[in-house]
């Protein structure tokens, strides 16, 4: 992080460089200051001996990948590719600063008798690739590990909502417990809470019925209880997510102090109370209430809706009221005897208008307004609801893939990526999710032809296609791609949550 600010980075192959350069083989071969001091310009591009150009101009002439060790090797040294690849496995071997020894004077007189160069001038060099025994990295780990920063700032700053929804799903199902947004537990930061180990009740005032249990699949790495008891503190057990109010659109920085003030005040205990104490925008009180940071109020949702237009009213009408007979009062913080403080008389309100009687929240709208507000759901993954239709139709999770040899698959999944690179030559790449995990799908550009209009607009696929393995990485190739709730339908299904949708677009071109 601290070479970031010197070296600037304005391409890939600059990243590439950060993650090979903090390594022990360019510290102890002396590339670290050399290259960051050469990247800003404060001291010229030298090298060795020109030989040494063609192999380390990328590099500012210092040597950071084990790829130009053994072009080294070869170039400069006269090494056949054969004994350039007894350089590679010496700085793999344990202990390969003997093994290096070995080829110690082969390397000297090759660079003397191949490039000329003056024994001062190979021993240096020697000294330098010989760094390279306790630690270098291959240029495509390194080329590896850089696309994955790169693409992960890139969503963390375009889709910094996506980007934490991925990471909240992702340790859902690792097991880890996410506790919903409520005004009278989460501060305006997603924290960590207490929920307690297995085996013991909840905590009261949690918001959920049980704990998240890890999906088993061998996808899904989980580890035992024997590792936990080695290897994690005692403390690091029982503790889960709680979602902060900053997720709730609308809720800002400037809001931050404010509300973690009022939490910290003692729990709102009425819809009056939270609209006072708050002062948020209605709009944003009523996505507090749909998506259930208002519960612990102990009053049905669609009651506080209800209800919401006559309590903004009435508290912001008083307010206004006292603020303008009494220039000098300003929100206090602390809380007095017998209610808020001076100015804020909140016994003296009189209750809201009684709601009629309304119909209950079903799960299916319950979820879908947890997703238009927060683009997740702490209770459930959307797909979930869809389960039991999709087990009908003969669908499997993405979880189970990985257990599964290469033929025909079908899968339900929330569309949580599209992508439409230029390079790609037609092709389209979408990542779906399901309650068990993810899985990548690929559809050829004869199938996005046929496809693109129900993929572009429908968050919510049933996919059929082939499964295809190399090794552990599963890809699935579609031939046919419908809207769920529409397939599911026709096996007793529900229809689509509203409020769901795609998450995330990446390189899409429009045609």
Not at 100 to 123: I, P, S, Y
Not at 178 to 188: C, G
Request: proline share 6%; net charge positive; with cysteine.
């Amino acid at each position: 992080m601290q070479t970031l600010p010197k070296s600037k980075p304005a391409s890939l192959d600059d990243l590439v460089v950060e993650v090979a350069i903090i390594r022990p083989g360019p510290i102890q071969g002396n590339a670290v200051h050399p290259y960051l001091r050469r990247r800003q310009g404060l001291e010229p591009v030298t090298y060795l001996h020109p030989s040494l150009e063609p192999v380390l101009r990328e590099t500012l002439g210092v040597i950071l990948y084990q790829e130009q060790v053994m072009q080294i090797a070869i170039t400069v040294a006269g090494f056949s590719a054969g004994e350039s690849d007894g350089f590679r496995r010496a700085m793999g071997t344990w202990r390969s600063s003997r093994e290096m020894e070995k080829l110690h004077q082969r390397f000297v007189d090759g660079c003397r008798v191949t490039n000329g160069l003056t024994d001062e001038q190979a021993e240096e060099l020697f000294r330098r690739v010989a760094a390279f025994a306790s630690f270098g990295f291959a240029k495509s780990h390194a080329a590896a590990f850089a696309r994955t920063a790169y693409e992960s700032a890139f969503l963390k700053l375009f889709y910094p909502a996506q980007f934490t929804v991925g990471l909240i799903n992702d340790a859902k199902r690792h097991g880890v417990t996410v506790l919903p947004v409520d005004i009278n537990a989460s501060e305006y930061k997603t924290t960590t809470e207490w929920v307690g180990r297995d085996g013991e009740p909840l905590p009261e005032g949690s918001g959920i019925s049980r704990r998240q249990t890890a999906v088993r699949s061998s996808g899904c790495i989980v580890p035992s209880n024997a590792s936990r008891d080695r290897w994690a503190a005692e403390s690091a057990a029982g503790y889960g997510i709680r979602l902060g109010l900053a997720l709730v659109k609308g809720i800002g920085e400037e809001h931050a102090e404010r509300l973690d003030a009022e939490l910290a005040n003692g729990p709102c205990t009425t819809l009056a109370d939270v609209v006072a104490r708050t002062e948020l925008p209605e709009e944003v009180v009523e996505r507090l209430i749909r998506t259930g940071a208002l519960d612990s109020l102990g009053r049905p949702r669609r009651e506080l809706l209800w209800q919401l237009r006559e309590v903004m009213g009435a508290t912001r009408g008083r307010a206004a009221t006292r603020v303008g007979r009494a220039s000098t009062w300003r929100p206090a913080s602390g809380r007095e005897a017998g209610g808020r403080a001076a100015g804020r008389p909140m016994d003296l309100r009189l209750p809201p208008t009684p709601a009629p009687e309304l119909p209950p929240l079903t799960e299916r709208e319950r979820v879908g307004d947890s997703y238009a507000v927060l683009s997740l759901d702490a209770r459930r993954q959307v797909i979930s609801l869809f389960r039991p239709a999709l087990d009908r139709l003969g669908a499997v999770t993405n979880a189970s893939l990985a257990d599964r040899g290469p033929g025909p698959v079908r899968l339900g999944g929330l569309v949580v990526t599209r992508q439409h690179p230029m390079t790609a030559r037609g092709t389209v790449f979408l990542a779906l999710e399901d309650e068990t995990g993810m899985v990548n799908v690929t559809l050829w550009p004869d199938a996005w032809a046929r496809l693109r209009g129900v993929v572009r607009r429908h968050a919510l696929l049933y996919v059929e296609g082939m499964l295809q393995r190399e090794a552990s990485v599963v890809n699935v190739v579609a031939n046919e791609i419908r809207p769920l709730p529409v397939v599911a339908e026709s096996v007793g299904g529900p229809a689509r949550p509203e409020g769901v949708r795609a998450l995330g677009y990446s390189g899409m071109r429009r045609g």
